[in-house]
């Protein structure tokens, strides 16, 4: 420090400086909470992102077990007309071996219908 106090004056004057600059970022951010406006719209717009993330995870999710799904159900169609074909092809080998019954059977209908007819003819 000299006699004449300018190093003093100096070291006021920055001390001044710096709580000047505290004072601008205190106020700052008392009004930055002051503003309930501007808070409102920030939470409005991290609460619209939060929702948009489940959105997106949920049509995600829902869109693999909807694949998953149809995977099983083509899985299943395919082992049901599977069997279905085994079970006819069975049926035509039995009939292609014994067509005895089926001609019988055919034979009951086609004598139905004539007496149908018969009967028919007669009440008119």
Known sequence: MTGNGTGDT???REEIRRTRVELGETMEALAAKADVK???KESAEQAKERMR???AQTVARVRGQAARGAGMARAQAYEKGELVRAQAY???ELVRRNPVPW???AAGAVATVVVLMIVRGRRR
Do not use: D, F, P
Request: charged fraction near 35%.
């Open 90 to 92: 069975e049926k035509g």
């Open 38 to 40: 501007a808070r409102l």
């Open 103 to 105: 001609a019988a059977i």
């Open 53 to 55: 993330e489940q959105a």
């Open 10 to 12: 100096e070291a006021l």
